[in-house]
């Protein structure tokens, strides 16, 4: 296990009813209130009703950036800054899933930056302050909720990258199982994928003996796999809904990664595919996870595969070392295919046409190589691709 600094400082507010608290959990770091969310599931499912009295009550000011979409594009961000400057906005308040998150963590940044939010996102300029936020977590998913940084998009020149900095964790995030109850089952499949892809990257490291962290993620990894399908057939299952959210957040907050050195590699090849074809990204992790596992798989990486089948799939350990590894990439393929996910890039719209090129972009963002688990080079990113087509 290396050594490392464990700091997690979102307060969660964990529970149905939790909401109650948002108007004091408020007033500890702001008085006007961004209120952002998304393409208004909020308003359908009464989150956004509830939330507006909640602050009406309190007697906190707020002004709302509505509309952010899926894949939060960096137009988005322009928009929340400009109403933050020009309200005298001082909290920011995120109510939705990953992408209402992310966009309001860019915003919290760009406040405090005069030139395009994009040079923080391309890291052409840094990060100095960040506006204080808190979530309202609807969408079991990201891990957004907890963790220190953002994914955002630029459709204009394809390109999808992630933005962090210690000061964009939440100071607080409302955790109620019952706000996810109206996700769809296609963004419930996406979000479990998603989740359990947070997961494997760290958890494919070549880092021993980080046992705990280890035990950890395979106990997350089965939670996943008991709730997922549980979720989508009872979308009002309580317990399937909470123990997918808390997994959510313990999946990306930090907790599996210490100790370990983990560089991300099927994440980076994902952003590719939503910054051209705006896919849903758990989406496209469950597409490409198995071709990576397969891709991967090899002497050196054998171990890790051997304990994944062994621990998370119960295989027999009678069977042969690669036996155990292969069937445990078929387990995993199998898990998304039965939470209906479509598992071909073709099934989602992505053909042949731009592979080269996404595969070239990824390749020249990570400077060379993707991951370290068995890092990835050019040829090994497009052939990733082109199985999964
Ligand atoms: O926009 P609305 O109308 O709210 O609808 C959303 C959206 O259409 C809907 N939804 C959310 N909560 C709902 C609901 N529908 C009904 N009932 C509810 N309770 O679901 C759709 C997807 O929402 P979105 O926020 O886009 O999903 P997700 O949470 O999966 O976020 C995806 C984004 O997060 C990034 C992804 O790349 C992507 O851009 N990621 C962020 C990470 C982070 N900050 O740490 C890490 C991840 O790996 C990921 O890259
Ligand atoms: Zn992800």
Same mark, same amino acid.
């Given at each position: 296990?290396?050594?490392?600094?464990?700091?997690?400082?979102?307060?969660?507010?964990?529970?149905? $009813?939790?909401?109650?608290?948002?108007?004091?959990?408020?007033?500890?770091?702001?008085?006007?209130?961004?209120?952002?969310?998304g393409?208004?599931?909020?308003?359908?499912?009464?989150?956004?009703?509830?939330?507006?009295?909640?602050?009406?009550?309190?007697? =906190?000011?707020?002004?709302?950036?509505?509309?952010?979409?899926?894949n939060?594009?960096?137009?988005?961000?322009?928009?929340?800054v400009?109403? /933050?400057? #020009?309200?005298? =906005?001082?909290?920011?308040?995120?109510?939705?899933?990953?992408?209402? +998150?992310d966009? /309001?963590k860019?915003?919290?940044?760009?406040?405090?930056?005069?030139?395009?939010?994009?040079?923080?996102?391309?890291?052409?300029?840094? =990060?100095?302050?960040?506006?204080?936020?808190?979530?309202? %977590?609807?969408?079991?998913?990201?891990?957004?909720?907890?963790?220190?940084?953002?994914?955002?998009?630029?459709?204009?020149t394809?390109?999808?990258?992630?933005?962090?900095?210690?000061?964009?964790?939440?100071?607080?995030?409302?955790?109620?199982?019952?706000?996810?109850?109206?996700?769809?089952?296609?963004?419930? @499949?996406?979000?479990?994928?998603?989740?359990?892809?947070? +997961?494997?990257?760290?958890?494919?490291?070549?880092?021993?003996?980080?046992?705990?962290?280890?035990?950890? @993620?395979?106990?997350?990894?089965?939670?996943?796999?008991?709730?997922?399908?549980?979720?989508?057939?009872?979308? #009002?299952?309580?317990?399937?809904?909470?123990?997918?959210?808390?997994?959510?957040?313990?999946?990306?907050?930090?907790?599996?990664?210490?100790?370990?050195?983990?560089i991300w590699?099927?994440?980076?090849?994902?952003? #590719?595919?939503?910054?051209?074809?705006?896919?849903?990204?758990?989406?496209?992790?469950?597409?490409?996870?198995?071709?990576?596992?397969?891709?991967?798989?090899?002497?050196?990486?054998?171990?890790k595969?051997?304990?994944?089948?062994?621990?998370?799939?119960?295989?027999?350990?009678?069977?042969?070392?690669?036996?155990?590894?292969?069937?445990?990439?078929?387990?995993?393929?199998?898990?998304?295919?039965? %939470?209906?996910?479509?598992?071909?890039?073709?099934?989602?719209?992505?053909?042949?046409?731009? =592979? #080269?090129?996404? @595969?070239?972009?990824?390749?020249?963002?990570?400077?060379?190589?993707? $991951?370290?688990?068995?890092? %990835?080079?050019?040829?090994?990113?497009?052939? +990733?691709?082109?199985?999964?087509?």
């Amino acid at each position: 296990m290396l050594n490392f600094n464990y700091s997690i400082p979102t307060r969660i507010l964990f529970g149905e $009813g939790k909401i109650e608290l948002l108007g004091k959990e408020i007033k500890k770091y702001g008085s006007r209130v961004l209120l952002a969310y998304g393409g208004g599931s909020i308003k359908k499912n009464g989150i956004y009703q509830n939330v507006v009295k909640i602050l009406k009550e309190n007697d =906190i000011p707020f002004f709302e950036l509505s509309g952010i979409e899926p894949n939060p594009r960096v137009e988005s961000v322009i928009e929340g800054v400009k109403i /933050c400057r #020009e309200n005298n =906005i001082d909290f920011i308040l995120a109510v939705g899933g990953g992408s209402t +998150i992310d966009c /309001c963590k860019a915003v919290g940044a760009a406040y405090y930056y005069d030139g395009n939010p994009w040079d923080l996102v391309i890291g052409k300029a840094k =990060i100095e302050k960040v506006l204080p936020i808190g979530c309202i %977590l609807t969408l079991a998913a990201t891990g957004s909720e907890m963790d220190a940084g953002g994914v955002i998009t630029n459709m204009e020149t394809n390109q999808k990258y992630g933005v962090g900095h210690p000061d964009m964790s939440p100071k607080f995030s409302i955790l109620d199982p019952t706000y996810t109850y109206t996700v769809s089952p296609y963004q419930t @499949a996406a979000g479990v994928a998603d989740i359990m892809s947070h +997961i494997f990257e760290s958890y494919f490291s070549k880092v021993k003996g980080a046992y705990l962290q280890d035990r950890l @993620a395979e106990g997350l990894l089965k939670t996943c796999i008991h709730y997922g399908r549980i979720a989508i057939d009872e979308p #009002e299952n309580y317990e399937a809904r909470a123990n997918l959210m808390w997994a959510s957040s313990l999946a990306i907050n930090g907790l599996l990664a210490y100790g370990k050195d983990s560089i991300w590699s099927v994440h980076p090849l994902e952003h #590719e595919l939503s910054a051209y074809y705006d896919i849903t990204h758990g989406v496209g992790l469950a597409i490409l996870t198995p071709h990576w596992m397969e891709h991967v798989l090899d002497e050196t990486t054998l171990y890790k595969f051997v304990e994944y089948g062994i621990n998370v799939w119960n295989i027999e350990r009678e069977k042969s070392d690669m036996e155990i590894a292969k069937e445990s990439i078929e387990k995993t393929r199998d898990f998304f295919i039965s %939470l209906g996910i479509p598992m071909t890039l073709r099934e989602v719209g992505i053909g042949e046409e731009k =592979i #080269e090129t996404m @595969a070239k972009a990824v390749i020249e963002y990570k400077g060379g190589k993707v $991951g370290n688990f068995k890092p %990835l080079d050019y040829e090994d990113v497009l052939d +990733i691709y082109r199985k999964a087509l």
